[in-house]
C-alpha cells in the first residue's frame, strides 16, 4: 500500500464553484500534515499545513481526520489562478523525511 | 532571499555522458533532498543529507551520486546517463523539524538522448 494515495482527478470546475478532494495516508501515527501547490513544470509550494482541529487560509479549508486516515482540502469559489495540482504531504513516522503523494488535478473553467 | 537556487536549469545529454547538477540553499538548512518526478509517479527521493559530510540514499539512489562538502550545497552526479534518467529534478531543504516542510528550487529538466 502507498503511504500516501490520491484522487488523481482531473476535477473540472467552473469558476466560482467549491471543489474538494481527499487523500489517505497509510500510516496512523503520523503527526505532519501539508498541502503543497503545483503549476505545470514548476516546482511544488508549500500550500497551508493541516492541523488536528482543521484550518482555513482565505478560501481554502483543510481538515485532518485520524480515525479514518485522510485529509481534505476544499476550495471554495474557484478562480481560474487556482488551476494546478494538489500534492497531499505526510510525516514519515519517526523520521523527519515526508512521503507526497501523486497530486490531484484541479482545472476551473472560464 | 534566493531560497533555493537549481542550476541548471535545462540540459540534455547523450548516453554515457557525465552531468553534476547543483543545489545551492541560503535558509540555512540543515537537511537537503534530491527528488525526481516523472509523469504520474510523483516525486521520487533519490539521495538526501543530514547535514555538511553526510549523505544517504533514498527510494531510487541507482545510478546517481551526492556530496554535501559545504552545509549550504548539495550536489547530484550521474556519472553515466542512460534514457530512463531522463526526469524533472528538484532539490529541497528544510529544518531538522518535518513539521516545517520542504522548500523546492525550480527544477532542472534533464533529457538524456
Known amino acids: 500500500r502507498k503511504e500516501v494515495e490520491q484522487d488523481p482527478g482531473p476535477f473540472n470546475v467552473p469558476e466560482g464553484a467549491t471543489v474538494a478532494f481527499n487523500c489517505t495516508y497509510s500510516n496512523s501515527a503520523s503527526q505532519s500534515f501539508f498541502w503543497y501547490r503545483q503549476d505545470c513544470r514548476k516546482e511544488p509550494k508549500l500550500l497551508m499545513s493541516v492541523y488536528s482541529s482543521g484550518n482555513e487560509d482565505g478560501r481554502f479549508t483543510a481538515q485532518l481526520n485520524r480515525a479514518s486516515q485522510y485529509i481534505s482540502l476544499l476550495i471554495r469559489d474557484s478562480k481560474l489562478s487556482d488551476s494546478a495540482t494538489y500534492l497531499c504531504?505526510?510525516?514519515?513516522?519517526?523520521?523527519?523525511?515526508?512521503?507526497f503523494g501523486a497530486g490531484t488535478t484541479v482545472t476551473v473553467r472560464a | 532571499n534566493a531560497g533555493v537556487t537549481q542550476t541548471p536549469k535545462f540540459r540534455v545529454l547523450k548516453t554515457g555522458q557525465s552531468m553534476t547538477l547543483l543545489c545551492a540553499q541560503d535558509m540555512n538548512h540543515e537537511y537537503m533532498y534530491w527528488y525526481r518526478q516523472d509523469p504520474g509517479m510523483g516525486l521520487r527521493l533519490i539521495h538526501y543529507?543530514?547535514?555538511?559530510?553526510?549523505?544517504a540514499k533514498g527510494e531510487v539512489p541507482d545510478g546517481y551520486n551526492v556530496s554535501r562538502l559545504k552545509k549550504q550545497n548539495f550536489l547530484l552526479g550521474l556519472e553515466s546517463a542512460a534514457p530512463s534518467q531522463t526526469s524533472v529534478y528538484f532539490c529541497a531543504s528544510s529544518p531538522p523539524d518535518s513539521g516545517y516542510g520542504y522548500t523546492f528550487g525550480s527544477g532542472t529538466r534533464l533529457t538524456v538522448v
Open positions: 543529507s543530514v547535514g555538511e559530510g553526510t549523505t
Open positions: 504531504v505526510v510525516n514519515k513516522v519517526y523520521d523527519y523525511k515526508l512521503s
